[in-house]
């Protein structure tokens, strides 16, 4: 079957030791049966590895920090379109959903540039703020939150919270704290990184598993794919996993989807405690960075989400995948010209 | 005591529970037990079984098979919410 050239520009290329999903993404994307892909790398920064690597990536562009708004990434994106002729772009980053979804219409309308993303009611609703509120709406056990916007609140966490706790960024960054003293320490910490407010969880002990899916915006998922960490970082990412047979996680996973009619990628984390309870940690707006598992065993995801954005039809929702597929990740050092840097430094492409 | 029913064996003695991702390598002998849990064999069979075939006697194995039925539990490899057979 002769595969269908389309252009597809993707973020997150920061396969780093806490990486984008844009790597994995691209790699699915290029193992497509029904589509020839061009991808168009969208990066932030210089040294997102992502821009260096040409096998997977045919040309890369500097975008705008989500900061900057949703004007200058406009004005920018129409420029990378008037050169490249953008079929549709796949944003892999939280922080720079929002920008997109304000824009979803307007790059549709204006340069016929499709995505498939959350709505953002979707997008706020599932917040790390609004989770409580999200499980309580769509029968889902959720770990007791409450925001916190400045150190003076944290000594009367101890009349809402036992230890240990969690203490989570609005965007990024988690960490566990046993002592008053130690929230203060990842209270400063992370909100000089992503700013506030600090998100206070109650720990629920037992197993971390994960899901990658995708819904269609109707209520169906599309497909599903749930993993156990294996080897976790110290930043607390998966370096290896292995896919599981879980049904009440995938069950879990397709009544999310259809109460709340997702429409995109999506990543479920859960606690999975030792009575077999499951405890929705997280819901995060677009794939994980291990998504290739899913390809891996037999769910391309990233290809069903173009076919969901290039003709809006239905897609047949995948029946099967592997279990006890693995997958490890490995660092790899990328030789890399100055002349190349020098390029993506000062003309903003590569 | 039933073994998981998804519960994978592997003839080199490798065990992997498909539910939690959890492995495991077990000897020859542990492999040969679990095979008779898995096809439902009684405690008194695999007893038996292993008293005629190898060289302990019914006392010790019983300990013995004491320990790594409890092992196997603690690792969730076995059933709890089916009514024990045996």
């Known amino acids: ?350 | 005591m039933n073994i998981k029913k998804n519960i994978a064996l592997s003839d080199t003695g490798f065990v992997f529970n498909p539910s939690n991702g959890d492995s495991f390598s077990t000897n020859p002998i542990g492999m040969e037990i679990i095979k008779m849990l898995k096809e439902g064999k009684s405690t008194d069979e695999i007893k038996s079984h292993v008293v005629k075939n190898y060289m302990t006697d019914d006392t010790t194995f019983e300990r013995d098979l004491y320990d790594f039925v409890n092992m196997l539990t603690k690792m969730n490899l076995v059933e709890t919410d089916e009514k024990k057979k045996d």
């Open chain 1, 1 to 350: 079957m002769k595969r269908k050239r389309i252009n597809i520009a993707v973020t997150g290329l920061n396969a780093i030791d806490s990486p984008g999903p844009g790597i994995p993404v691209i790699r699915a994307l290029r193992e497509s049966k029904e589509f020839d892909v061009r991808i168009i790398g969208l990066s932030y920064e210089t040294l997102e590895p992502g821009i260096y690597m040409h096998d997977l990536v045919d040309k890369t562009y500097q975008i705008p920090f989500p900061s900057a708004g949703t004007q200058s990434l406009l004005t920018r994106l129409g420029y990378i379109h008037s050169v490249e002729n953008i079929d549709i772009i796949i944003p892999n980053f939280d922080a720079e959903l929002f920008n997109f979804i304000k824009l979803e219409e307007t790059l549709k309308k204006d340069f016929g540039i499709k995505m498939f993303l959350p709505t953002e009611n979707q997008f706020e609703s599932r917040h790390k703020a609004n989770l409580e509120e999200f499980g309580k709406k769509h029968k889902v056990k959720v770990p007791h939150s409450r925001m916190i916007f400045s150190v003076n609140e944290i000594p009367s966490l101890k009349n809402e919270f036992s230890y240990p706790l969690v203490v989570k960024g609005k965007f990024y960054d988690a960490s566990v704290a046993y002592t008053p003293e130690q929230v203060a320490t990842y209270f400063n910490k992370i909100s000089a990184k992503w700013g506030l407010p600090i998100i206070i969880q109650q720990f629920v002990y037992g197993s971390e598993v994960n899901v990658t899916a995708l819904g269609d915006g109707k209520g169906n998922t599309i497909g599903a794919v749930p993993m156990r960490k294996q080897y976790i970082t110290d930043k607390g990412k998966a370096w290896a996993g292995i896919s599981l047979d879980d049904k009440k996680l995938i069950d879990t996973t397709r009544k999310i989807i259809k109460s709340t009619k997702w429409r995109g990628g999506l990543e479920l984390e859960m606690i999975k405690t030792a009575e077999g309870e499951y405890y929705l940690l997280e819901i995060n707006p677009r794939f994980p960075a291990w998504v290739y598992l899913a390809v891996g065993c037999g769910q391309n995801h990233p290809e069903a989400l173009v076919k969901l954005a290039m003709n809006g039809k239905q897609v047949k929702p995948f029946k099967k995948y592997d279990i006890g597929k693995m997958f490890i990740r490995y660092s790899y050092d990328l030789i890399v010209g100055l002349k190349e840097f020098e390029k993506i430094s000062t003309l903003g492409e590569l």
